[in-house]
């Protein structure tokens, strides 16, 4: 069995390469944010919805810029490049289609690409932050997740049943063991890890997909 | 003309069921010397509008917790606990909106704009309150501009005419909220004679400025 930071780096590892050159990216907190770890190898500008274009690695201790943070307020430094904006017009290059990927969280996702990932039940209503403009707004949206709840139970499903950031809004999910994506609003399965099989696939979900004619399977270690 | 006063002589008109608008996004950007002087001041039953209610005992959150706030109108309340609490326990009241429609709304408000057609939030339950209208095929709701009595608004330099400047992240909801109140007060480490700020580099042109304040010796 994988632990926790296993799946989460494989996750961010197998998103990042959906990432291509000279994309400019919004990552949402959480698996995503470890996505700017395995990106190195390309041109990729990080949009941050606080109003940087071009956020850089985190800085050293002790080399903080206080006015200086992602959407996720954490310190960051910038490339050279980089550009600032008010929140108005960086929602306006999120909502017009002018980022080209975000890779965001997700709680559910349902067989028609809704997504909820903003509302936990029981819990009180008083964050959604950017992830509905992101979602409606991005030019693709891949959500990384873990497949399954920490109890076992399937969050790929028919239909969502926590509260909606966005309907019909997902392009593709990455989790630790398969990749899937929509087309033509139907869910299918592409790839799945060498260390799983389709029959553990279904199992863990329970919407309804087509395996791919051309389902490739990833080489994986416990590592990676 | 804009005026240049201490933060304390800022806010001593601003009366009890205002509504006032905070820039920042976290500490970062969070006109502080003025919610200090907001903290010392008597006015109540406030409607705040920004994007956060700052962290426990820290920003927004000294005045949330002095139970001066009747409303907040933001988009992530979430890291500060004692929102949570406020809201459960019925003494505060919470609108929470996209964050790209909220800063939007502000913007249309200081633009003139009786509102926009934004498709996030639709079919959502962020999405009840508002009419929704198809366009070309998509669905749109109807985001309702938000204006303000007061903006307290953060930014690094201004000049005597009040024309400012921001710095770095910290500008996030700063400008539009300037353009969005009755009463524009900007917090500010350093102003200076007309002509020193490059007009390439004004961000926030005087008109939409009432109210200098200059920070002092406060640690951001």
């Given at each position: 069995m994988l632990n926790d930071d296993q799946r989460k780096i494989r996750i961010a590892k197998r998103a990042a390469e959906e990432i291509t050159d000279g994309t400019v990216v919004n990552l949402g907190v959480g698996i995503p944010t470890l996505v700017a770890n395995y990106v190195a190898d390309k041109n990729v500008y990080l949009q941050s919805e606080n109003g940087i274009l071009g956020v850089g690695p985190y800085p050293e201790p002790g080399q903080e810029?206080?006015?200086?943070?992602?959407?996720?307020?954490?310190?960051?430094?910038?490339?050279?490049?980089?550009s600032f904006f008010d929140s108005a017009e960086s929602f306006a290059q999120i909502r017009g289609g002018h980022i080209g990927c975000t890779i965001i969280g997700g709680l559910q996702v349902s067989e028609t690409g809704d997504l909820a990932n903003w509302l936990v039940p029981g819990k009180d209503v008083l964050g959604v932050g950017g992830a509905m403009d992101l979602v409606i707004g991005a030019a693709k949206v891949i959500i990384a997740t873990q497949h399954a709840t920490k109890s076992g139970g399937a969050k790929i499903i028919p239909?969502?049943?926590?509260?909606?950031?966005?309907?019909?809004?997902?392009?593709?999910?990455?989790?630790?063991?398969?990749?899937?994506?929509?087309?033509?609003?139907r869910l299918i399965l592409d790839e799945i890890t060498s260390d799983t099989t389709l029959e553990e696939i279904a199992a863990l979900t329970t919407a309804n997909y087509t395996v791919s004619p051309r389902l490739k399977v990833r080489e994986v270690s416990q590592d990676a | 003309m804009v005026r240049i006063m201490t933060a304390t002589e800022a806010v001593t008109e601003i009366k009890s069921g205002s509504?006032?608008?905070?820039?920042?996004?976290?500490?970062?950007?969070?006109?502080?010397?003025?919610?200090d002087a907001l903290a010392a001041h008597d006015a109540k039953d406030l409607t705040i509008i920004g994007n956060d209610l700052g962290s426990h005992n820290e920003g927004v959150g000294?005045?949330?917790?002095?139970?001066?706030?009747?409303?907040?109108?933001?988009?992530?309340?979430?890291?500060?606990?004692?929102?949570?609490?406020?809201?459960?326990?019925?003494?505060?009241?919470?609108?929470?909106?996209?964050?790209?429609?909220?800063?939007?709304?502000?913007?249309?408000?200081?633009?003139?704009?009786?509102?926009?057609?934004s498709p996030v939030g639709v079919g959502t339950e962020l999405a009840k309150d508002h009419q929704i209208f198809t366009i070309k095929g998509t669905e749109y709701l109807l985001q309702e501009p938000i204006s303000a009595d007061y903006a307290f608004?953060?930014?690094?330099?201004?000049?005597?005419?009040?024309?400012?400047?921001?710095?770095?992240?910290?500008?996030?909801?700063?400008?539009?909220?300037?353009?969005?109140?009755?009463?524009?007060?900007?917090?500010?480490?350093?102003?200076?004679?007309?002509?020193?700020?490059?007009?390439?580099?004004?961000?926030?042109?005087f008109l939409y400025v009432d109210i200098l304040v200059k920070r002092g010796d406060r640690p951001c």
């Open positions: 810029d206080l006015e200086l943070i992602n959407a996720g307020r954490k310190h960051v430094t910038v490339l050279p490049g980089a239909a969502c049943t926590l509260p909606l950031t966005a309907k019909n809004a997902v392009d593709m999910i990455v989790t630790e063991y398969a990749v899937f994506h929509f087309e033509a609003g | 509504s006032i608008m905070v820039g920042g996004f976290g500490r970062v950007g969070s006109p502080e010397v003025l919610l000294v005045i949330l917790l002095q139970d001066k706030i009747k409303k907040a109108i933001g988009s992530f309340f979430t890291p500060n606990p004692d929102a949570a609490k406020y809201y459960r326990e019925g003494k505060i009241e919470i609108e929470l909106i996209p964050q790209g429609n909220f800063a939007e709304a502000i913007r249309a408000a200081g633009a003139g704009l009786g509102g926009f057609l608004v953060r930014a690094k330099k201004a000049d005597t005419l009040g024309n400012l400047v921001y710095s770095k992240s910290a500008r996030n909801f700063n400008p539009i909220m300037a353009t969005a109140a009755k009463v524009c007060i900007a917090e500010v480490d350093e102003i200076v004679e007309p002509g020193e700020l490059s007009p390439e580099d004004i961000i926030t042109p």
